[in-house]
């Protein structure tokens, strides 16, 4: 069993910077993929981005590409998402997973590769 924990979040105004972290419970972390997601009010969920379990490979959504990094430190069980130049359309709630699937880090966008969630932790951005 897998939990994670999301932190970070929180009010900034539009071009300022953002740290998300996800603290996982576990042994097994390094064994496992992790993703951040997002959902606005009235919107499905989205991908935001990707990490493979021993984080050289990544994978972005479009919108956050060259703005957003994801990286991991498998020593500390976290998985970090650093958001700058943001925007008022990245207001939401970002969630952290965790999946056991170890393939081609381009279908992790699928949500249904995820088998743990957090609770989420709220981002507004103010303009």
């Known amino acids: 069993q897998v939990q994670v924990v999301e932190s970070g979040g929180g009010l900034v105004q539009a071009g300022g910077s953002l740290r998300l972290s996800c603290a996982s419970s576990?042994?097994?972390?390094?064994?496992?993929?992790m993703g951040w997601f997002r959902q606005a009010p009235g919107k499905e969920r989205e991908f935001v981005a990707a990490?493979?379990?021993?984080?050289?490979?990544?994978y972005y959504a479009d919108s956050v590409k060259g703005r957003f990094t994801i990286s991991r430190d498998n020593a500390k069980n976290t998985v970090y998402l650093q958001m700058n130049s943001l925007k008022p359309e990245d207001t939401a709630v970002y969630y952290c997973?965790?999946?056991?699937?170890?393939?081609?880090?381009?279908?992790?966008?699928?949500?249904?590769?995820?088998?743990?969630w957090g609770q989420g932790t709220q981002v507004t951005v103010s303009s």
């Open positions: 990490i493979n379990y021993s984080g050289r490979s990544t």
């Open positions: 997973a965790a999946g056991s699937y170890r393939g081609y880090i381009g279908d992790h966008y699928k949500t249904d590769l995820y088998d743990y």
């Open positions: 576990g042994r097994s972390f390094s064994n496992y993929p």
